[in-house]
Nanobody, 123 residues
Framework: QVQLVESGGGSVQAGGSLRLSCSVS???????MGWFRQAPGKEREFVAV????????YYGDSVKGRFNISREAFKNTIYLQMDSLEPEGTAAYVC?????????????????WGQGTQVTVSS
């Protein structure tokens, strides 16, 4: 059984930083991995994605220049370094993975999901 497990969430003041991690347990290879976030009462929002060997990344407009996604080539552990956090970034951050080359910014493209880790940014 494949599981995605996130860690690293917490509370931080505006302008601070956090680093999230996501690891895959179980047999799963060759997957694109990424992060979405969801705040109460809002739709799930694309944050970032990274390809299998870690050399291509894409970011949502609201986090460009402040967040960085990374992974060791061909390993199923990814990281999300979040800098200059804003109160609007308060949300559950959820790790995801897809085996097919689906639309990277659409949550419907991802087959595997973690439980999420809460990030709270206070002003």
């Amino acid at each position: 059984q494949v599981q995605l497990v996130e860690s690293g969430g917490g509370s931080v003041q505006a302008g601070g930083s956090l680093r999230l991690s996501c690891s895959v347990s179980g047999r799963l290879s060759g997957v694109v991995m990424g992060w979405f976030r969801q705040a109460p009462g809002k739709e799930r929002e694309f944050v970032a994605v990274i390809n299998t060997n870690g050399d291509k990344t894409y970011y949502g407009d609201s986090v460009k220049g402040r967040f960085n996604i990374s992974r060791e080539a061909f390993k199923n552990t990814i990281y999300l370094q979040m800098d200059s956090l804003e109160p609007e970034g308060t949300a559950a951050y959820v790790c995801c993975a897809q085996k097919n080359a689906g639309i990277y910014y659409s949550s419907a493209s991802y087959e595997f999901w973690g439980q999420g880790t809460q990030v709270t940014v206070s002003s």
